[in-house]
């Protein structure tokens, strides 16, 4: 089906944006993480697409990285899971983030996430358990190990800051930043905030 797409942003309204390819404009749902890190209406993208077919329409949804699109398809897999419930699981958390708290079973993570309740955390935690370190993978790990910026995210993340908090303060910070005044300056700036 449609795997992927090359084209414009002309409409931005989240979590659903249109994207022109060749004149044809299509509707794409995308979790918040992909809608944050779109560029402006105007300017030309490409996203690895998902396409549903159900009884009530035709449904495609849009990802920047295939670790999202791959933790989106091991969400729908999980028994009482819907693809709205997928895309506010990516929204809220990163699939790093989301990996991690399988990976440790950390209910208290996924409860977090709006439309999340405590049965369905522990269905998340129990289904997806060993299925999401493909998702993260080492090309992921290795960035992350060599890249302070990774880690100011991350550190940013780990301290309660969402994730539209953590990318706000790291556009602030300059280039070649070290981690930890890195995460010293980020704090400062979201303390302003």
């Not at 060993?130 to 940013?156: C, H, Q, W, Y």
């Not at 994730?163 to 704090?187: C, F, N, W, Y």
Request: aromatic share 6%.
């Amino acid at each position: 089906m449609i795997g992927r797409l090359t084209g414009f942003v002309v409409e931005k309204n989240p979590p659903q944006i249109v994207l022109d390819v060749n004149g044809v404009g299509y509707e794409l749902d995308v979790p918040m993480s992909t809608f944050y890190n779109l560029p402006s209406v105007g300017e030309k993208v490409t996203l690895l697409t998902h396409f549903a077919v159900r009884e009530d329409g035709h449904f495609l949804y849009g990802f920047l990285g295939e670790a999202e699109r791959f933790a989106f398809r091991q969400l729908l897999k999980v028994s009482g899971i819907g693809a709205r419930t997928a895309l506010s699981v990516l929204s809220g958390l990163s699939v790093n983030d989301l990996a991690a708290a399988v990976a440790q079973q950390e209910l208290g993570r996924l409860i977090k996430v709006p439309g999340i309740g405590k049965k369905t955390a522990e269905r998340l935690l129990l289904e997806l358990k060993g299925k999401l370190a493909d998702a993260t993978g080492m090309t992921l790990n290795i960035a992350a190990a060599d890249d302070p910026r990774a880690d100011i995210s991350n550190a940013l993340l780990a301290l309660g800051y969402n994730e539209k908090e953590a990318a706000a303060a790291m556009k602030q910070l300059p280039a070649d930043v070290g981690t930890s005044d890195g995460i010293r300056q980020a704090l400062k700036l979201l303390s302003k905030a």
